[in-house]
């Protein structure tokens, strides 16, 4: 029998513990390779995952951007929405809404904006008519979108700060009064049987899921979940959005509106003042319209004369409506005055028929004079205009035309008679209309024809060609504030001292206590506030509310930053100072 030296018996149990020792150690390493290795491609696909999620929120955010632009842009519309892509065109509105139904947008791109279906407010992101480039979410698919029905831009809505918004989402982000939604439709789901191929590339039902694509105004949100039942509960579900909040679009909105009033209302004001002071005077402003109640954009006023100005008021809201202006043709006359004289035959005045001078005046007066030559002197006693001081209404310098045809062109001579007031008596204005008619060498008969505007009909028209359709169609009057001095009413005496009885607006440029008309625009409304309501402090804030007794000083009003408490928007019509060296009039 071999004898084991002890020393080898000893050192067998130690080769063996190496052994195991050496295998556990490559088990370790090759489970920790595998670890690294898994942990590495689910490391790159949280990356790839999260670099897809970034692709789709920066389309998400450029097509939310590109429609609240595009809203606050709307040259007879500020706050409307283009219609959805019902045809997968990149068009807003449906097959062949083109042509008459376009506009032009910036960046000189026309797209189609009637909404042909107005019950349905889902489909693709109108992509052309937003001059955007092709916007696709990180599956490849273009975005969806839905708008609230009550923003569309097809001129069937009145869009306003008080315009809310009619959609609502549930799930996990419960939000209500949403404005509109822009949707990632993501890659189809096998599990909800969606098919985007032939009939399907335009429905809905192929690309969102659940609530989101019943077509009605409620909307949800939910986790992702792209399997089928039972591993998703709630059914598979892959949407991703962006909501436009009512805040986030008249943020923008009320912004263009304010410099809108400042190009256009205000000038608007002071055209009404200059024709009236072209007639005599120092020209004047309309009496306000005592604030009340002023409605719901695209809703009912109490009567057709509620927007009438007050005889005395210097303060409240715009008198718009020319309802309450009223005159009485039939006690106009004619008659010859001073030298020469016995060349008048005869005339008389009645109401203008339709079209005589134009079809967009309120009203006109029509004389027919006939004199046997010469140029007699004539006076025409116009009725008196009754409340042309209470509403933007202007009376016009008359056409003349010699001659019974009534397609006889209009005189184009030297100038022989003009109008003048003759007197104000509260919102009442007596005008007349005198001179010598032209020189004629035998029996002629003129027929002058005198008439009366709407002051924003006027001001649209030549030399000024200002539209400002979109202030009153769209119903802004209801949010816009008017102050005026006394002294620039009608009957007043036509100046103000500054610093004395001249409105002042703080944080204004220059000399801010020499204001003399002031308009202020009622930002949308904060601090849970729902309009409309007769109390002027749910719609202006601070210093602003010019109610009785409220303000710390009557007349004065406050220019600030936005912020949560305080929206309000001051607007100096006159005296003021665009860009340029000199104050406008």
Known sequence: MRTVPHATRRSAPRAVQAGVAAALLLVILVMGSLYALLSGVNTATAELDRKRDDATVAALRQAKEALIAYAAMRPTRPGALPCPDLDNNGIAGGAGVYGSNSELIPGGIHGGFNCPDAGRQIGRLPWTTLALPDLRDASGERLWYVMSGNFRNDGSQVVSSDTLGQLSLGGVAPAAGVVAIIFSPGTALAGAGQNRSGAGVNDV??????????LDVN??????????APAC??????????????QELFDAVENVVEKRLVTEIGPLLRFYRDRWAALGGPGFYPFAVPFMNPGQPGGMVPAPTAFCGTPGQANGLLPITSACFAWDPAAATVAETGFPSGFFVGGGCVSAPAGEPDNVRIAALKCTITYTGGSPSIAITIPTLQNAGATLTVSEQATIRFGTPADLPPYSGAPWGALAATG?????????YSGNLPPAG???TATITIPVYAAQTRFQQPPNNVDTSWFF??????????AVVPQRLPGGAGACTPGVDCLTVVNAPATNNDKQVVLLLAGRPINGIVRPTAILADYFEGENDEAAALPAAPGTFVRQLRSNTFNDKVVVVAPCAPPGPSPCP
């Open 233 to 246: 509960p709630l059914g598979p579900f892959n949407d991703q959005f962006v909501t436009i909040t009512h």
């Open 442 to 444: 035998g029996p002629t």
């Open 424 to 432: 104000i008596a509260g919102a009442d204005i007596t005008v007349g």
């Open 473 to 482: 169609n769209n119903e802004w009057y209801r949010n816009t504030y008017y």
């Open 219 to 228: 909307f949800v949100a939910a986790q992702r979940c792209e399997q089928a």
């Open 205 to 214: 039902v192929q690309y969102l899921e659940g609530g989101n694509s019943d």
